[in-house]
Nanobody, 115 residues
Framework: QVQLVESGGGLVQPGGSLRLSCAASENIFSINAMDWYRQAPGKQREFVAT???????NYADSVKGRFTISRDNAKNTVYLQMNSLKPEDTAVYYC?????????WGQGTQVTVSS
């Protein structure tokens, strides 16, 4: 079982920034990939960003150029730096970890972008 603990969500004004953190319970070099997803009320959960154990990254078109995913192996933590936030970025953000054929999820953290 991979346990994921998320933090960093909150309320921010449009154009502002937030940095989300996801701390894993084991060394993340043993995890194939770590992802960020988000889900707005009444909508499907959608992919945001991914980073593999080899360091490759990929982003949804809607966040490309504004969000950056990174990792700190020493801290067993992945981050999502979110800049130039828009109201449509408002959602619960979830961290996930792929280890072999198993997929683990964090509890989610609320991000609200509003004036």
């Amino acid at each position: 079982q991979v346990q994921l603990v998320e933090s960093g969500g909150g309320l921010v004004q449009p154009g502002g920034s937030l940095r989300l953190s996801c701390a894993a319970s084991e060394n993340i070099f043993s995890i194939n990939a770590m992802d960020w997803y988000r889900q707005a009320p009444g909508k499907q959960r959608e992919f945001v960003a991914t980073i593999t154990s080899g360091g490759s990254t990929n982003y949804a078109d809607s966040v490309k150029g504004r969000f950056t995913i990174s990792r700190d192996n020493a801290k067993n933590t992945v981050y999502l730096q979110m800049n130039s936030l828009k109201p449509e970025d408002t959602a619960v953000y979830y961290c996930s970890a792929l280890r072999g054929l198993a997929l683990y999820w964090g509890q989610g953290t609320q991000v609200t972008v509003s004036s």
